[in-house]
């Protein structure tokens, strides 16, 4: 499952992060840095994952 959340993570970092913690805090602060720049949004997304 995780190679799954690492490819959304690269191609839709929001999805990414919501498979792996939901609608909480993370998803949001992803969906701004995504926003705010692509690479940003990832860099948060693979990291989000990898820790968990």
Not at 31 to 51: D, E
Request: overall charge positive; cysteine-free.
């Amino acid at each position: 499952m995780d190679i799954v959340r690492l490819v959304f993570a690269i191609l839709l970092p929001p999805v990414g992060v919501f498979l792996q913690v939901g609608l909480g805090l993370q998803f949001w602060v992803n969906i701004l840095l995504t926003l705010l720049g692509y690479i940003p949004g990832i860099v948060h997304a693979v990291w989000i994952i990898a820790r968990r």
